[in-house]
C-alpha cells in the first residue's frame, strides 16, 4: 500500500462539513474519475470517547455528485492552487459532541475490485458551539488539510 496521509481538520458540532480532497486511483496513478470507481463508503470512529475507536456512523457516497472527472478550483481550496476532484458533505447530525475528536475513513473501491480498495483519511476536531443551530460556524468546516501534496496512496 502507498504512503497514507491523514489530514486534520476541524468542524464545528451539529454543522455540516464539506470534506475535499485531490484523489488518485493507488494502482495506476491517475486522477480517479465516476467511471474508474465502483463504490466510495465512509465510516466514523470517536478517537476521544469513553471507548476509542468506537464505530459511530457510515453510509454510502454518491459517486456521481462527489466525484469529479476533472479538477474543480473555487474559494474552498484556501492550501491549493491544483484543485479537488472529490468532494462530500456530511450532516451536522455525524459531528454532535463539541471537544471531541473523530476518525472519517472513507474506502474507494475501483471497478478493478474490492483488492484494490484505497482510503482517505480525516482526523476530525469538533469544535463545540455556544447554542446549536447558532449561526457560528455558519454551515462548514472545510476538510481542506493537506492540499498541495499528492503522496501516493491517492491523497492530497
Not at 476533472?70 to 463539541?98: E, I, M, S, W, Y
Not at 483519511?121 to 447558532?134: D, E, L, M, N, Q
Amino acid at each position: 500500500m502507498g504512503k497514507v496521509k491523514v489530514f486534520n481538520v476541524q468542524v464545528f458540532e451539529n454543522f455540516p462539513a464539506t470534506f475535499l480532497a485531490r484523489m488518485e486511483d493507488l494502482a495506476s496513478g491517475a486522477l480517479i474519475t465516476q467511471a474508474s470507481l465502483s463504490t466510495v463508503t465512509y465510516k466514523i470512529f470517536d478517537e476521544s470517547g469513553i471507548r476509542p475507536g468506537n464505530h459511530l456512523f457510515s453510509g454510502s457516497v454518491t459517486i456521481a455528485s462527489s466525484v469529479h472527472d476533472t479538477l474543480k478550483l473555487d474559494n474552498r481550496c484556501k492550501k491549493d492552487k491544483v484543485g479537488f476532484n472529490f468532494q462530500h458533505t456530511l450532516a451536522g447530525t455525524n459531528f454532535p459532541t463539541g471537544n471531541s475528536v473523530l476518525l472519517l475513513e472513507y474506502t474507494f473501491t475501483p471497478v478493478a475490485g474490492a483488492s484494490q480498495a484505497y482510503g482517505l483519511f480525516f482526523k476530525i476536531k469538533v469544535a463545540p458551539t455556544r447554542s446549536s443551530g447558532s449561526s457560528a460556524g455558519s454551515g462548514s468546516g472545510f476538510g481542506q488539510g493537506g492540499f498541495g501534496e499528492t503522496p501516493a496512496g491517492g491523497v492530497g
